[in-house]
């Protein structure tokens, strides 16, 4: 958020706070993403993913004018989830459920499949008859889409920091010396004008959007009026 300053990990208390980092693996490891099932569609070391399958439909609608054809994608099925990963930021690692978020902008796809993927003949066909008793629409196209974040994402995320349970420490064998290794972050409550989400994105985007009120707007406003004193003294 542009008016919460970025806590660090090392000194983070409990409550809602704003953090920045890199992605690390949790005790439970990461994910490999197979995509509506086919296992030619897949993706390793994924922590938090969304994948959609859409078809592009068309069809051909008269008017008094004569015919026009139309078109549009529709999306079919689609899926998501997550496992808990570290949040690395310098200073030290937490633990975040990236499953328990209640928002998430994954930024740009991470990767699309096209027709050609399909798994069948059969699925085609059974597409194909449900899209044409639906309104006349012919499937002419499929693809799939996966968003999510991997293994070395940077990644933003607004977000609750709670004690963690003993038997979770003991399972993992930590000593709890470490503040940040005793606590971990959610994202299915909001706080006071804190809307908890995670959000992919590369380093300079995430920072940019942490970035305090006074770094965002206060800094190039007194840039701005430099450069002006400077017109008006030349």
């Avoid at 409990?14 to 569609?41: C, W, Y």
């Avoid at 309104?135 to 974040?149: A, C, Q």
């Amino acid at each position: 958020m542009i008016d919460t300053p970025t806590s660090l990990v090392r000194s983070v208390a409990l409550g809602h706070h704003e953090l920045v980092g890199q992605v690390r693996p949790s005790h439970e490891g990461v994910l490999r993403v197979v995509v509506d099932g086919n296992e030619r569609m897949f993706m390793e070391n994924m922590v938090a993913y969304n994948w959609t399958y859409e078809q592009h439909q068309e069809r051909t609608v008269r008017t008094k004018e004569g015919t026009r054809t139309e078109r549009r994608w529709v999306t079919i099925r689609s899926d998501a989830g997550g496992c808990p990963f570290i949040l690395h930021d310098g200073t030290g690692g937490i633990r975040v459920n990236a499953n328990s978020f209640k928002r998430n902008d994954y930024g740009n796809y991470i990767k699309r499949w096209d027709g050609a993927f399909a798994e069948t003949l059969g699925k085609q066909f059974m597409a194909s008859l449900i899209a044409g008793v639906l309104g006349g629409w012919r499937v002419i196209d499929h693809r799939w889409t996966l968003y999510g974040i991997k293994l070395g994402n940077p990644v933003y995320l607004m977000g609750e920091v709670k004690s963690r349970s003993r038997s979770d420490i003991d399972a993992e064998n930590l000593d709890g010396t470490l503040q940040n290794s005793i606590i971990e972050v959610w994202g299915d409550t909001d706080g006071v004008g804190q809307k908890v989400t995670i959000n992919r994105g590369t380093e300079l985007s995430n920072i940019g959007r942490s970035r305090s009120t006074i770094e965002m707007i206060a800094l190039p406003m007194l840039l701005f009026l430099g450069a002006l004193s400077l017109l008006v003294l030349a």
